[in-house]
């Protein structure tokens, strides 16, 4: 499903979140140079729970630790989130997930 420009802020973050879907976030993930893995699924699945219970997208930290807690503590790394998530892991991750920007992410 592609949707057009006014589903987006100029940051490029979904909206609506009810307008996400797992081929939209294929889309998001190509448009910014990623191909979604199962490693990448995992991680996104974390986040959007993450986000059910907290209603915030977590900041570079609570984002590791949930990471963690979820997937093990070798996952729960930053430097392998970087390795997934290039740049900011919980703004890229958050933007492919269809959620909201982090609040203290530049």
């Not at 997208?57 to 996952?75: I, Q, T």
């Amino acid at each position: 499903m592609t949707l057009s420009a006014k589903h987006f802020d100029e940051e490029g973050y979904l909206l609506n979140l009810c307008d996400w879907s797992e081929a939209l976030a294929e889309e998001i993930a190509t448009q910014e140079g990623l191909v979604l893995t199962a490693e990448h699924w995992a991680v996104l699945t974390v986040l959007r729970n993450f986000y059910q219970q907290f209603e915030v997208s977590p900041a570079m930290r609570p984002f590791v630790k949930a990471v963690a807690k979820e997937l093990g503590a070798e996952k729960g790394k930053s430097i392998y989130l970087m390795k997934l998530f290039p740049g900011s892991p919980p703004k890229l991750a958050a933007k492919i997930a269809g959620l909201p920007k982090p609040a203290n992410c530049l």
